[in-house]
């Protein structure tokens, strides 16, 4: 414990120190021409340190104190014409066991509006899906050090974040009624090697190696820009087309014959999700409220059995700038997860989250989040939450608390 | 009695402020920018990166001031969003993907300059400083 303290006190005198230099304006080295066309550069990165009690968090050993939680992307873009822009990030992260700084395609692609109310884009692209699933991954853009993870999970978020494949997208003016802003989108995601959901069926201890896991998905998202200045309501739906490939040591699998591995796969009857959302930012003062509906409904083990998830998640949350450099923000959430499986019914595991961030916004540009989280339940060997028995041998207690805090650069 | 009063003309005078700060803009344009007058619709529309061309055809590139008491009235009476509310907005555009960093200067002067010099260029002064070589915009 003395030792997760110190390292917290370490955390904040270096950004301390730092923070007394004198800023830099990047924007000359970021910005440049290419045959009369104005080309961007621009980055980030982000460092956390995670301290928790009773259970380790997110794959990495938070009760000593960890600093297992940096992430960083880079990215280029130009608009060639008024019509048409390209570009791409590259992003990687390391999150305790997962990510491993990784670097992955976070997005490229190319867009054209035909007009404000219609639009395409091909390639890699972030899907549009409620508030934040498209820049879940860049948490130095919102008021806290971790975004609300019932509903926007670190570990599983490779399930949601983008898509290859394509989006039609506009903006539809609707005169004193506001606006609606539609995005259509399809195209593959696939689970990176080092993504949670992989991830989390080897440390189970189930004796699951998927070497791939994802698939098609389609769906979309419309949103109301009311009239109200600062007010938008929405709703996102998707329909997801995964399996996953790989093995399963015999020992494990109850349904390979003992020893060695066995070829393993498991594919989608029914997955969807649905999101309902409203966001309201009058003047210092910001909202959001949203509400996500995850089904998962899988044939596993190679046909021989079937799992179903069905985990309904909701959060509040709002944010007060107090001053130039200071903004305070707090949110509550909740997920219920129902499981149904051959041999395993109706089994239900939770996750509530209370929160409280103090954001410091050194500069316009670099930013340092305390944040302490009161975490109630701690998920199951098939649905984690965050809470995963390879890290937590001593068995995990339904309470934990946790201090972030996580500093964010980007120019 | 004396406390109420005093707290009624502080509040008109914060008021009268507020009001005085909210009118005390203009809106400037390059000579390309064919219209004369723009909605404020428009003005929000091209200010939050949703269009890059106004309903008359031309090209709309926004060059925003760093700070001070034009940009702060500019943000509250067109866009109705905070300055860092606003920095995080265009941060969300731009890394992922859905637009560039809009321009920005440190000065009514470097404004002017940017906006005669640049086609489509459309930027807020406060309605004190001259705008030689620059078109005033009407905002309906």
Not at chain 1, 171 to 178: E, F, V
Request: proline share 3%.
């Amino acid at each position: 414990m003395h030792s997760g303290i110190a390292k917290t006190f370490l955390l904040l005198a270096g950004v301390c120190a730092v923070s007394a230099l004198p800023a830099q304006d990047l924007s000359q080295y970021t910005t440049f021409t290419v045959d009369g066309k104005t080309v961007q550069i621009h980055g980030f990165a982000s460092q956390g340190f995670m301290y928790s009690g009773n259970n380790n968090y997110l794959s990495a050993n938070t009760t000593d104190g960890s600093f297992q939680m940096t992430d960083a992307g880079v990215n280029i873009s130009s608009q060639i014409t008024d019509k048409f822009r390209v570009g791409a990030q590259v992003y990687m992260f390391d999150v305790g066991k997962l990510g491993d700084y990784h670097p992955e395609i976070d997005w490229a692609y190319g867009s054209y509006k035909f007009s404000d109310w219609f639009g395409i884009r091909a390639g890699k692209v972030k899907t549009t899906f409620g508030l934040f699933t498209d820049t879940q991954d860049m948490t130095f853009l919102s008021t806290f050090a971790m975004l609300p993870q019932a509903i926007y999970p670190i570990d599983r978020r490779d399930e949601s974040l983008a898509h290859t494949g394509g989006d039609i997208f506009g903006t539809i003016p609707l005169k004193q009624a506001g606006s609606l802003s539609y995005t259509g989108f399809a195209g593959d995601s696939w689970d990176t090697h080092n993504g949670g959901f992989i991830y989390s069926l080897l440390a189970s201890g189930s004796g699951i190696n998927l070497t791939k896991f994802g698939g098609l998905e389609a769906g979309g998202d419309l949103r109301w820009n009311v009239p109200l200045n600062g007010m938008v309501v929405g709703a996102s739906y998707m329909r997801q087309y995964f399996s996953g490939n790989g093995t399963c040591e015999g020992g494990a699998c109850p349904f390979f014959n003992a020893g060695g591995n066995g070829p393993y796969w498991e594919s989608a009857r029914n997955d969807y999700n649905t999101q309902f959302y409203g966001e309201y930012v009058h003047g210092r003062f910001r909202f959001d409220a949203e509400h996500r509906r995850t089904v998962r409904d899988h044939t596993i083990f190679s046909g021989a059995n079937m799992n179903a998830f069905d985990i309904r998640a909701f959060y509040v949350a709002g944010a007060y700038r107090l001053s130039k450099h200071f903004e305070l923000g707090s949110y509550y959430s909740r997920g219920i997860a129902h499981m149904d499986s051959s041999d395993i019914p109706d089994n239900v595991t939770h996750i509530l989250d209370k929160v409280v961030c103090l954001r410091y916004d050194i500069t316009t540009a670099w930013n340092v989040k305390v944040e302490g989280h009161f975490m109630n339940g701690v998920g199951s060997k098939f649905l984690p939450w965050g809470f995963y028995p390879s890290v937590n041998p001593q068995g995990l207690v339904d309470q934990t608390p946790l201090l972030v805090v996580r500093t964010g650069w980007y120019f | 009695m004396k406390n109420l009063t005093f707290l009624f003309v502080m509040a008109a005078g914060l008021f009268a402020i507020a009001t005085v700060q909210a009118a005390d803009i203009k809106v400037i344009a390059n000579d390309s920018v064919k219209a004369s007058s723009v909605s404020a619709d428009e003005l929000k529309r091209v200010f939050l990166l949703t269009r890059n061309s106004l309903d008359d055809g031309s090209h709309a590139e926004p060059v925003l001031l760093k700070g001070g008491a034009a940009h702060e009235a500019f943000l509250r009476e067109f866009l109705g969003k905070t300055d860092s509310a606003l920095q995080t907005y265009y941060r969300s555009l731009v890394f992922t993907g859905k637009a560039s960093m809009p321009k920005t200067v440190g000065s009514d002067a470097e404004v002017v300059s940017f906006v005669v010099k640049t086609k489509g260029a459309i930027g807020y002064i406060s309605s004190a400083a001259i705008a030689p070589g620059a078109k005033t915009l009407e905002v309906k």
